[in-house]
């Protein structure tokens, strides 16, 4: 048991610039005076918005940056590298996006929760991010840790989206 406690939180660590890059743009937003969609108001040849309102170019910045400070920070431990937090923070703001893009092709609202579509996209272009842009692989590429950072990464997404949703009906 102890062994499977301690692959989770080195996995957890591992994937921490992805998740607080995934997260970052739904807090900070709140704070920001501004925000320019990344599509620009464009619609795709269906005739639907490209992205929508929700996924700006400040919250896309905010979330890589601030996925890329969560690995300078555990790189200060020797917990991970720079290039590989920047890799995978990168990776889960294109995924984000591309599961939006998905989302609204299926018709899916701004802010309409999508099983799997909010959750798969980010975490999956975050570890093709990461293979493909870092020379210094910290955990080895096979189905084992893959399939744990996918299930850690849905049931961490869904309880802090519940929470967080819990949080705003306190205060409203």
């Known amino acids: ?54 996924k700006t170019l400040e919250g896309f910045i905010c979330g890589v940056v601030i996925g890329f400070i969560s690995g300078y920070i555990l790189s200060i431990y020797g917990l991970h590298n720079l290039k590989g937090a920047l890799a995978l923070a990168l990776g889960s703001m294109i995924g984000d996006s591309l599961g939006s893009f998905i989302k609204r092709r299926l018709k899916y609202r701004r802010g309409q929760h999508a099983w799997f579509l909010d959750e798969l996209p980010f975490i999956i272009t ?31 997404h869904n309880l802090t989206n519940f929470a967080y949703k819990q949080i705003i009906k306190m205060f409203s």
């Open 1 to 54: 048991m102890t062994i499977v406690l301690s692959l989770s939180l080195e996995l957890i660590i591992f994937i921490l610039p992805a998740w607080f890059a995934n997260a970052a743009p739904a807090f900070f937003s709140k704070f920001l005076p501004f925000r320019h969609p990344i599509d620009f108001g464009r619609n795709f040849i269906d005739g639907k918005r490209i992205l929508g309102d929700g």
């Open 126 to 156: 975050a570890l093709i991010f990461f293979h493909f842009f870092n020379d210094k692989i910290i955990l080895p590429v096979n189905a084992y840790p893959l399939m744990v950072i996918i299930i850690l990464t849905f049931i961490a």
